[in-house]
């Protein structure tokens, strides 16, 4: 391996002119995309969060304002609100025999807006209409793990080698004639691991490979000795949505309501792996360490639809129902990965990819809500929601390439299907300026082939002034960790077996605080 260090390191002097050439499309969306940005844990306003979001039916609020348009209708008053919150995301991963914690802490607005409402004097047919500017966050994608333990059986480096069996290494090489990572199918990270000398053929063969991490007794592979692993992933980012909301109120009774929404996403995601040998000297190639980064950042905007009611049939009863159009998005997501690689004999390196990006669109489910709620005056409120969300309608579409995601849109139309979401609230006065408030959120994943289940619990207060000033405060939480068993790669083969990759187990719990500050005038 190391007599193809030399060659290597002048192939990387190029790395400047790849990095700066123009980037054509190379295709990795899929179903998963589609449903990480079609999905909806709504945040808002303190006050809805505090009751679950069961506000269909209720309205009066800003974060209901993005559930049905009709709550706008409500409002008897103008209202300014703003809301920050803290997000807290907490990881406890168990993987080659050693537990690890792992947290992850960001600041946020989920909510602020304006509600202007107009009188008309008349006591019936339209009593007021209402204009409102709201915005609300409608995903919340904070998240870190990582993992970490010794390895002697097998490594990722293996799976790397494997994975290019069939392929000529002369299509690997970085040169400026030839750009393997646009005019290959070959994955980033091993042409990556290729020129920093983490990879090697063996011996009168240019298809098949072995790793830095294994040794070579003629031709039978075996690993060389234990590497320690090391493995993160982080994400941040948001969807939210910016309302331009028409609102009316019909003789105290029906209350109806329109919204033109801009959806903005904004997703990052970073990975880091690494091994390092316990002992070099186990490794003919003396492997010490390597490090392989992958970055990847989506960006867009777009657009929906929705209107909604909310009736009043006699006092106390109130019945609400709204709808949404799919949102029309258009995104960017671009990516990159970086390898690094060090030997006992000091060599080393470090590679970046070229920056790679492609603008797709996708279009997300309709969604339908119904609620119920009871009011006993100005005491007390319980309130219960459906919401129904049919994800085997997400769409990918490329223009350019008109039939590329038809597969993925296949394994749409197949592997997924009708989400049903509940969700309940209650809220208590105990005095005219003081209320106590609890709610119950339960998410049906969609997934046909995974009965995973999200159940999130709220409480909160209230206070308002008699100048109009209120403040609400609210904390939220995930009611049972949610639990996935993972492999950091695929199991490795062996002319005489298979040697499998380790399995660890993840455990991921998170809780929000909300804080809304307002006035109404």
Do not use: C
Not at 170 to 180: A, E, F, G, H, K
Not at 214 to 227: A, C, D, F, K, T
């Amino acid at each position: 391996m190391r007599q193809n260090r030399r060659m290597k390191t002048v192939m990387a002097v190029m790395l400047a002119f790849l990095a700066g050439s123009a980037a054509a499309p190379v295709y990795g969306q899929n179903m998963w995309d589609a449903y990480r940005y079609s999905q909806q844990f709504n945040e808002g306003t303190a006050r809805s969060v505090a009751m679950g979001n069961a506000m269909v039916a209720l309205g009066g609020d800003m974060g209901a304002i993005s559930i049905n348009p009709a709550a706008s209708g409500v409002y008897t008053y103008n209202e300014f609100i703003f809301t920050p919150s803290i997000t807290v995301a907490d990881n406890r991963t168990d993987y080659l025999g050693t537990r690890t914690s792992t947290g992850k802490t960001r600041f946020g607005v989920p909510n602020f807006g304006f509600v202007s409402t107009f009188n008309t004097r008349q006591s019936r047919g339209l009593v007021s209409w209402n204009l409102s500017l709201v915005f609300n966050k409608t995903n919340n994608f904070t998240d870190r793990m990582s993992a970490q333990g010794t390895s002697a059986g097998s490594s990722y480096l293996q799976s790397i080698a494997q994975g290019l069996n069939g392929l000529h290494a002369t299509n690997l090489d970085m040169n400026p004639t030839s750009d393997p990572f646009f005019n290959t199918n070959a994955s980033w990270q091993s042409i990556l691991a290729w020129n920093t000398s983490l990879l090697d053929t063996l011996p009168d063969s240019g298809y098949d490979y072995y790793a830095a991490t294994e040794n070579l007794n003629g031709y039978n592979i075996s690993m060389g000795g234990p590497v320690n692993q090391y493995y993160v992933r982080e994400q941040t980012g948001n969807i939210s949505e910016a309302v331009l909301n028409f609102g009316g109120n019909i003789s105290n009774k029906f209350y109806f309501g329109v919204n033109l929404g801009i959806v903005n996403v904004w997703y990052n995601y970073n990975e880091s792996y690494s091994e390092s040998a316990v002992d070099s000297r186990n490794f003919d190639s003396g492997f010490q360490s390597f490090t392989r980064h992958y970055r990847q950042k989506t960006s867009g905007t777009g657009v929906n639809l929705k209107a909604g009611i909310i009736y009043l049939p006699f006092k106390g009863l109130r019945i609400g129902a709204s709808i949404s159009t799919p949102t029309w998005l258009y995104l960017t997501e671009e990516w990159e990965e970086r390898v690094t690689s060090s030997f006992n004999d000091g060599y080393s390196q470090d590679l970046l990819s070229p920056l790679g990006q492609y603008d797709y669109r996708l279009n997300t489910p309709f969604r339908w809500n119904v609620g119920v709620a009871y009011t006993i005056g100005h005491f007390a409120a319980v309130s219960v929601d459906y919401e129904s969300v049919n994800y085997s309608k997400m769409k990918l579409t490329d223009y350019d390439y008109p039939g590329y995601f038809s597969e993925d849109n296949m394994a749409i139309s197949n592997d997924f299907a009708t989400a049903d979401i509940f969700r309940a609230g209650a809220e208590l006065h105990l005095t005219p300026q003081f209320a106590l408030r609890a709610g119950y959120q339960y998410y049906n994943e969609g997934y046909r082939y995974d009965d995973l289940k999200t159940q999130i619990g709220s409480v909160g207060i209230g206070y308002v002034g008699e100048s109009g000033l209120f403040i609400d405060a609210t904390y939220q939480q995930r009611l049972k960790k949610s639990s996935e068993n993972f492999s950091l790669y695929d199991d490795i083969i062996y002319s005489d077996g298979i040697e499998a990759a380790p399995v660890g187990t993840n455990r991921y719990m998170n809780w929000k605080l909300l804080v809304s500050v307002g006035i109404r005038f």
